[in-house]
């Protein structure tokens, strides 16, 4: 398939691509990549369904509703953010049953690549009401355990697309369950072995698994430090010290998310931190998946870590001003990483 049309549902391991609606040069001057190749390994792609008010000047009544299908989950979130920065992005994840051929048939407008493989379980739902102050949960449909055929289906699909990317993105899996902590492990371990940008944005056990085999950034929000029970509490001091040990253990850079607070950079060089404007967010949810796209597509750009950074800030911060999680405008998340520095701390 060119990608100039919308594609079919694809069997497993075929490709799945959207309609292009930018045309950018693969290169910029110097020979630096302004399109990288993304791989994201997606382990629990979900079906969300959100139940909104109806419009105002429909004539219907407040009984009424507006309801809306989304594909989700965090990998397919940073592979939506990456698409609209430019990145040319492939998606490794797993689907079948009744809601895996829904969510895939809806990424075939998406402007992806999809690796799928096949998932006897079944992936997994949400339904939302929104029509609150507050998100509230009506449903949720929790995705069964990979097998260990589909794990490995999973992995040689993953390894193969990575060894062809610019940067693997790694992300984890809801819950924690669907996938051993060991899987993420093994393939940042595999693809840095190789050479391989890896960038990881994990919590828990498979934080650890993947912080051990050395990524190039590892991206963890405050919360998700405390906790994996790698620092006591979420006091800057002692996420600094988690981020520094982590990083003094083989972890490149280690990146630190803290809400609406200035995000955490730490390598071997030093300690600094992301100072840009502030903002006021529709939707918290969604920031740090955007976040963590920028950094891989910078990096895929062959900018240097802190820049990478920048960018990645940026493309959080501007999420947050909008409705839809993974969404923004390129043109505007680039001007506005001008306005974010990477500031040294004592």
Same mark, same amino acid.
């Given at each position: 398939?060119?990608?100039?049309?919308?594609?079919?549902?694809?069997? !497993?391991?075929?490709?799945?691509?959207? !309609?292009?609606?930018?045309?950018? !040069?693969?290169?910029?001057?110097?020979?630096?990549?302004?399109?990288?190749?993304?791989?994201?390994?997606? !382990?629990?792609?979900?079906?969300?369904?959100?139940?909104?008010?109806?419009?105002?000047?429909?004539?219907?009544?407040?009984?009424?509703?507006?309801?809306?299908?989304?594909?989700?989950?965090?990998?397919?979130?940073?592979?939506?953010?990456?698409?609209?920065?430019?990145?040319?992005?492939?998606?490794?994840?797993?689907?079948?049953?009744?809601?895996?051929?829904?969510? /895939?048939?809806?990424?075939?407008?998406?402007?992806?690549?999809?690796?799928?493989?096949?998932?006897?379980?079944?992936?997994?739902?949400?339904?939302?009401?929104?029509?609150?102050?507050?998100?509230?949960?009506?449903?949720?449909?929790?995705?069964?355990?990979?097998?260990?055929?589909?794990?490995?289906?999973?992995?040689?699909?993953?390894?193969?697309?990575?060894?062809?990317?610019?940067?693997?993105?790694?992300?984890?899996?809801?819950?924690?369950?669907?996938?051993?902590?060991?899987?993420?492990?093994?393939?940042?371990?595999?693809?840095?072995?190789?050479?391989?940008?890896?960038?990881?944005?994990?919590?828990?056990?498979?934080?650890? /698994?993947?912080?051990?085999?050395?990524?190039?950034?590892?991206?963890?929000?405050?919360?998700?430090?405390?906790?994996? %029970?790698? /620092?006591?509490?979420? %006091?800057?001091?002692?996420?600094?010290?988690?981020?520094?040990?982590?990083?003094?253990?083989?972890?490149?850079?280690?990146?630190?998310?803290?809400?609406?607070?200035?995000?955490?950079?730490?390598?071997?060089?030093?300690?600094?931190?992301?100072?840009?404007?502030?903002?006021?967010?529709?939707?918290?949810?969604?920031?740090?998946?955007?976040?963590?796209?920028?950094?891989?597509?910078?990096?895929?750009?062959?900018?240097?870590?802190?820049?990478?950074?920048?960018?990645?800030?940026?493309?959080?911060?501007?999420?947050?001003?909008?409705?839809?999680?993974?969404?923004?405008?390129?043109?505007?998340?680039?001007?506005?990483?001008?306005?974010?520095?990477? %500031? %040294?701390?004592?």
């Amino acid at each position: 398939m060119d990608g100039t049309t919308p594609a079919a549902v694809s069997a !497993p391991g075929q490709r799945l691509a959207g !309609p292009r609606t930018e045309t950018v !040069p693969d290169v910029i001057s110097g020979g630096t990549p302004v399109r990288p190749r993304i791989c994201v390994v997606a !382990p629990t792609p979900l079906l969300v369904v959100e139940i909104a008010s109806g419009h105002e000047d429909s004539g219907m009544s407040n009984e009424h509703a507006d309801i809306h299908l989304h594909p989700g989950g965090q990998g397919l979130w940073v592979a939506r953010m990456a698409v609209s920065l430019g990145a040319e992005v492939t998606v490794c994840a797993p689907f079948g049953g009744e809601v895996g051929a829904h969510v /895939a048939q809806m990424l075939g407008t998406d402007q992806l690549t999809i690796h799928g493989v096949t998932y006897n379980g079944g992936n997994g739902a949400y339904v939302y009401d929104l029509r609150g102050e507050d998100r509230e949960t009506v449903a949720y449909m929790p995705p069964p355990s990979l097998n260990r055929h589909e794990l490995d289906d999973l992995y040689g699909t993953v390894l193969v697309d990575a060894l062809e990317s610019d940067v693997l993105v790694v992300t984890g899996a809801e819950p924690s369950s669907v996938v051993p902590a060991s899987f993420f492990g093994r393939i940042v371990r595999d693809l840095r072995s190789a050479g391989k940008a890896v960038v990881a944005d994990l919590s828990g056990a498979a934080a650890r /698994a993947a912080a051990k085999a050395g990524p190039t950034v590892l991206k963890m929000s405050h919360e998700e430090v405390v906790a994996a %029970e790698l /620092a006591p509490d979420d %006091e800057m001091g002692s996420l600094r010290t988690a981020a520094e040990q982590l990083v003094a253990g083989g972890v490149g850079a280690m990146v630190v998310s803290r809400a609406q607070a200035h995000a955490l950079l730490v390598t071997t060089e030093g300690v600094r931190r992301a100072v840009g404007p502030v903002v006021t967010p529709l939707d918290h949810r969604g920031a740090g998946d955007s976040m963590t796209a920028g950094i891989a597509v910078g990096l895929g750009r062959g900018l240097d870590v802190a820049d990478a950074v920048r960018l990645g800030a940026a493309a959080g911060a501007l999420n947050v001003t909008r409705r839809g999680l993974g969404t923004g405008r390129r043109d505007q998340i680039e001007r506005f990483a001008e306005r974010i520095s990477i %500031e %040294e701390m004592d």
